[in-house]
């Protein structure tokens, strides 16, 4: 296929290099003389291990060229891939004058293009980006629209500097954004030799893509940094600690506790959480990501009291009690802390728990909801169709049982908040409020 790569950069040059080694023809395209002569003498504009090499063999082989004109570029290609750089402001919000006017003047080549041209952004940008600013500038200066007279996609990058050619010959995840069918097929064509099948979704989710997974590499980071200077602190080898909690890739390396929806609980992760931040203390050693991960646990907590007090119901119900389906451990559940809340503010709040029954309850679990949750367990309904009949609005709390009276909630237009997405083809709209999605 014919591609044009605009911007000689990190990202830039080393697509231009390996499209061009997998036996594409390739245009790079840079407002910056210089840097178009140095691809030109097959050389690379940056410095990034094995690239000299690629670009090198590019030439040698005719399959890569370089210009600093964007109508030579679109004219002479299929499909012109946007890489500029979107850097940070002083402010901290996003630099888009490059991407912009970019699209501004591919829009402005491809008017006079008779032929169907794809532009597939790399660049950075934050969700939103696409739809607000370059599908805009494409269609100004082009006079086109986008998805029907030319093409539209984007496609983050996942290249590291240091190993960017190791990352694009073995990618861990490919993503396309797209809105027509012929861009998405150019994009399958030029990915069809990896193994890894691309994933495909529309343009602002890939665009969140992108950022969610660079905020989780510098969470990543500072966990580790962070869980490194407690050990220490404690005569413990941080590093060993972090190698054998990688070792385990059937949780801790996994998709395991990486689905959005409601906090956690239970007899583990807050008690352990609040010990080890209280022992670093006492060694007087601060742990600000610890920190800050039960605060956002407790956000979650109090958006989803937001979403009841939104509904504007005063008879709220609440499916689900226990800190996690299958089980009937009611310690630490956020479920309780948000029924507390409700009934703290005053709602009349029924409660129905397919496990959590006073007529099933034995042993410990019995007495502890009896001694410590007296006021909780005069709120158990023994039949989902009393909390039914009871509520204005229920929340969702516990998957079992709930996506059979999702219809029957609907028909008596009872609003739902729902925090565990029941149905994945559900998204937030009207009476149905999901706490993610």
């Not at 506790?257 to 956690?264: D, I, K, N, V």
């Not at 920190?291 to 958006?303: E, F, G, H, M, S």
């Not at 948000?338 to 496990?355: F, S």
Request: with cysteine; proline share 4%.
């Amino acid at each position: 296929m014919n591609i044009s790569i605009f911007g000689i950069g990190y990202v830039g040059a080393v697509s231009a290099a390996c499209l061009a080694c997998d036996g594409h023809e390739v245009v790079a395209v840079d407002v910056n003389p210089e840097k178009v002569a140095t691809i030109r003498n097959g050389r690379s504009p940056i410095v990034e291990p094995g690239l000299e090499g690629l670009i090198a063999e590019a030439r040698r082989r005719d399959r890569l060229s370089a210009t600093t004109s964007t109508e030579e570029a679109v004219h002479g290609t299929d499909m012109s891939f946007v890489c500029v750089g979107t850097p940070a402001m002083n402010n901290g919000a996003l630099d888009t004058r490059y991407v912009t006017r970019v699209a501004e003047q591919l829009g402005a080549a491809i008017k006079g293009k008779n032929a169907f041209h794809s532009v597939v952004v790399r660049s950075t940008v934050l969700p939103g980006t696409m739809d607000e600013l370059i599908i805009p500038a494409l269609e100004r200066s082009s006079g086109k629209r986008a998805g029907e007279d030319f093409g539209i996609a984007y496609y983050p990058e996942f290249l590291r500097e240091g190993s960017a050619i190791r990352d694009y010959d073995t990618p861990g995840a490919i993503v396309f954004g797209g809105r027509d069918e012929t861009t998405l097929d150019r994009l399958r064509e030029v990915h069809e030799r990896f193994d890894v099948a691309p994933r495909i979704m529309d343009i602002r989710t890939a665009e969140a893509v992108k950022y969610v997974n660079n905020c989780w590499h510098a969470t990543k980071i500072s966990f580790a940094n962070e869980i490194g200077l407690v050990c220490r602190s404690l005569g413990v080898d941080g590093q060993d600690v972090m190698e054998t909690l990688c070792a385990d890739t059937r949780l801790n390396i996994s998709p395991a506790y990486m689905a959005p929806g409601f906090a956690f609980g239970g007899s583990c992760l807050p008690k352990d959480m609040k010990a080890l931040r209280h022992r670093a203390r006492s060694v007087d050693q601060a742990t600000p990501l610890l920190d800050a991960v039960l605060t956002a646990n407790d956000n979650q907590l109090r958006r989803a009291f937001e979403l009841v007090e939104d509904s504007g119901a005063r008879r709220v119900g609440l499916v689900g009690l226990s800190f996690k389906p299958e089980t009937d451990d009611l310690r630490s559940s956020p479920l309780v802390d948000l029924a507390e809340m409700l009934i703290g503010r005053g709602y009349q709040v029924k409660i129905y728990d397919p496990i959590i029954r006073l007529s099933r309850l034995t042993g410990v679990n019995r007495d502890y909801l009896l001694s410590k949750l007296s006021h909780i367990a005069d709120l158990l309904c023994e039949d989902i169709g009393d909390l039914v009949d009871h509520s204005q609005t229920v929340v969702i709390g516990n998957r079992r049982e709930s996506a059979a009276i999702l219809p029957r909630l609907e028909e008596a237009g009872i609003n739902i908040v729902d925090l565990v997405r029941v149905d994945r083809g559900r998204r937030s709209s009207g009476p149905y409020q999901g706490l993610c999605w």
